[in-house]
């Protein structure tokens, strides 16, 4: 079973990723993400690597990585840091599977955050503002 690669990415792009997630993207057919995460990668693309921007269309991500799998085409979606924290991730494993998508983190923000601050953070209280109901303050 072809499986689609969710990879973590940030502003450092290449730099930051591991061996394996650039080798994946180095692969794929087709990566799916921001414009900004598409050209933090683009030093990893084949020139024939199919780009789409995912600005904006978040909602129909899963639909164009079931296609794409069910096509036989290797998929990669860009995600930021860490795609399970509060990312795209959880999303498409809710609407293809676990088993079709592997995770491939990088740090996410707030361990770059905290590391950068000097700050430990084992008691932060965490909430995300990407969604309309971002919980309690």
């Known amino acids: 079973m072809t499986l689609c690669q969710v990879i973590g ?17 180095h692969a794929a057919d087709l990566v799916i ?5 598409l050209r933090a990668v683009a030093s990893l693309l084949p020139e024939q690597t199919e780009r ?5 269309r978040v909602t129909i991500v899963a ?5 794409a799998l ?14 399970l924290y509060f990312g ?10 676990h088993e079709r998508i592997q995770v491939v ?6 361990q770059l955050a905290a590391a950068r601050l000097g700050l430990p953070w084992q008691d932060a209280k ?11 303050w």
Not at 52 to 56: F, K, L, P, S, V
């Open 33 to 37: 993400g921001a414009p900004h995460q």
């Open 70 to 83: 069910g096509a036989g085409r290797r998929v990669v979606v860009l995600a930021t840091g860490d795609p």
């Open 126 to 136: 965490l909430v995300s503002v990407h969604a309309a109901d971002a919980g309690e």
């Open 105 to 110: 983190p990088t740090l996410s923000s707030v």
């Open 9 to 25: 990415v940030h502003d450092d792009g290449a730099a930051g990723l591991t061996a394996p997630a650039r080798e994946f993207l």
């Open 63 to 67: 639909a164009w990585v079931e296609e």
């Open 52 to 56: 789409r921007d995912a600005n904006g």
């Open 88 to 97: 795209i991730a959880a999303g498409l494993i809710a609407a293809l599977g």
